[in-house]
């Protein structure tokens, strides 16, 4: 039987007798007052920011994240205006709002004056993409950003990099301030979860290009030049993760895995000695710390709820946009109208005071979890969370949960707070997951270095990582998956070193790349190259 067919065998019934409800309640409940005055108590409880207040007496959710994120920052201190300076006015051709310029205190770039990434260039410069061949983007998509090359391997990406030297060179200045801060701003109404980010994504692709010119000053033999453009993209991955919300974090580690794995590459191909060691450690313990996953998901992933549920309660926003309805796809006459009937009484009569407060003790029973000591700890708690959200999702989906309509206002409030909650809380365990695995990244590489540097002195590796301390590492360093000693063994001229990462199972170094199954964070040195 098709589910169209049963859907409509159940709910049918239910949108008739509605509707027979509706023109019997009259106007109260079938026709939307022009204005709804929800009843929302501003306080810690409730709304977690109380200040400031909009014209209509709601927190402004959009003030409180700018205001946070903008203490202390000032032009001049501020990476996001010459990362601009570099993106030009529509990164990824998304287009700012006014506002975003005048909170960012310059004026809105030159649209000709920006930066043109591989494709975008090939195509300004009247090359055919077709005459130039597939193998050509490849060279820019993989090859040059993944083993050392020269200029006459691909010609067509060290021209484009020669080319944009000049934007290239705003981001490194943009990766030399202390500050990171770029405007919340709605574009004509919006709530915060749809407030656009163009910049950020297109960050990824500025550190794809440092990545590509620090493999072709490694084949051409600069390592220095390597190691600086490494570090750009180090510090570009760290100013991108301070944003506040969970893209600017995932991005952040996006970038900052580019460059482990590119310095994996470099102490892999140059073997460098105690004294490059020394210094790269040095730069290295200079940069500024992570912005940790815990943050974006206590702050902005919050208020961007928050925000959601004021929206929702005065008729700023629709049913299926806070909740995600599964009626949202359904087109049939009496299921519009039904939703518009259960739309209007939710709205009513639940307890707002009361969905908020839930929402803000979901988040704090994450933030409590954030703060455990160990990964295991953090992941078991926030396990059950999610089980718990994901049998509350199933509840939801059968059409007669909407019978909600006649229960009592405390039933009423339950069945919104839990459809929010299941539809609206993030996915806390991947971005967690995220966030300990570029940890343990770093953690990694640390080790290689005091490796490298152990080699150079004593012409092989170490049988044990324990021989390591405390000339070349001061303390053991532990598996933060774990908290056990990291696995190693020495392999012909080389080594294995790797954490058994998320599964919790030694896969004997083996990762996602070679076994879906498998999760081990490994570097296998020397780092194999791919194929030509």
């Known amino acids: 039987m098709p589910l169209d067919f049963r859907l409509r065998s159940v709910i049918t019934p239910i949108a008739l007798a509605l509707l027979v409800a509706d023109a019997a309640w009259g106007d109260e409940v079938a026709a939307p007052p022009k204005k709804i005055v929800p009843k929302i108590t501003v306080s810690r409880e409730t709304t977690w920011a109380t200040e400031p207040l909009d014209k209509e007496g709601f927190v402004d959710f959009f003030e409180v994240i700018n205001r946070r994120y903008s203490a202390g920052v000032t032009i001049e201190n501020n ?31 030159d649209s000709d004056d920006r ?39 691909f010609p067509k990406v060290a021209e484009w990099l020669d080319d944009m030297a ?64 490494l570090m750009v993209v180090h510090r570009l991955g ?8 969970l893209i600017d974090g995932l991005v952040g580690i996006a970038i900052e895995r580019m460059a482990i794995d590119a310095e994996l590459l470099l102490i892999s191909e140059t073997q460098p000695s105690a004294k490059y060691v020394a210094m790269y450690r040095k730069q290295l313990d200079r940069l500024p710390p992570m912005s ?35 009626l949202a796809d359904l087109e049939h006459k009496e299921l519009r109208e039904l939703r518009r009937i259960v739309e209007t009484v ?23 979890a954030t703060r455990l000591s160990t990964y295991r700890e953090r992941v078991s708690v926030l396990t059950t969370l999610n089980d718990e959200l994901t049998q509350l999702a199933k509840q939801r989906q059968s059409p007669l949960s909407l019978l909600v309509i006649f229960a009592d206002r405390p039933t009423q409030t339950r069945f919104a707070t839990d459809a929010i909650l299941s539809a609206a809380i993030p996915s806390n365990l991947p971005c967690l997951r995220a966030d300990t ?21 004593h012409s092989e590796y170490p049988k044990s990582l324990n021989v390591l ?64």
């Open 346 to 368: 939710l709205v009513h009569n639940i307890d707002w005071d009361e969905v908020l407060r839930s929402v803000n003790r979901s988040f704090d029973r994450v933030q409590s």
């Open 292 to 326: 940790p996953i815990a943050e974006k998901i206590n702050v902005a992933e919050r208020l961007g709820l928050l925000d959601a549920c004021h929206r929702f309660a005065s008729g700023r926003m629709s049913f299926e946009d806070t909740l995600n309805s599964n």
């Open 238 to 245: 760290r100013l991108v993760g301070r944003g506040p919300f």
């Open 115 to 153: 930066m043109f990434f591989f494709l975008e260039w090939l195509e300004h410069n009247n090359f055919d993409i077709e005459v130039v061949g597939r193998d050509v983007i490849n060279d820019w998509d993989d090859r040059s950003q993944s083993r050392p090359w020269q200029r006459d391997e």
């Open 166 to 229: 000049d934007r290239l060179d705003f981001v490194v200045e943009a990766t030399e301030r202390p500050e990171y801060f770029t405007p919340v701003v709605s574009n004509g109404g919006d709530a915060i979860f749809d407030v656009l980010l163009p910049g950020v994504q297109s960050s990824r692709n500025f550190a794809r290009a440092f990545v590509s010119r620090a493999m072709l000053s490694l084949g051409e033999g600069r390592r220095l030049d390597a190691w600086r453009d």
């Open 469 to 532: 301390v405390p000339k070349y590492v001061p303390a053991a360093v532990t598996d933060l998956f774990t908290d056990q000693p990291l696995r190693y063994r020495t392999v012909g001229n080389g080594y294995l070193l790797y954490s058994i990462g998320h599964n919790g199972t030694d896969d004997d170094g083996q990762g996602e790349d070679e076994k879906p199954s498998c999760d081990d964070l490994a570097i296998k040195m020397p780092v194999p190259l791919p194929k030509p």
């Open 437 to 457: 695995s570029v940890n343990q990244r770093m953690r990694n590489l640390n080790v290689a270095l005091a490796l490298s540097a152990y080699r150079s002195e």
């Open 79 to 109: 990476a996001v205006v010459s990362l601009y300076r570099a993106f030009g006015p529509m990164p990824g051709g998304g287009r700012q709002p006014d506002e975003f310029w005048e909170r960012l205190g310059i004026d809105k770039p």
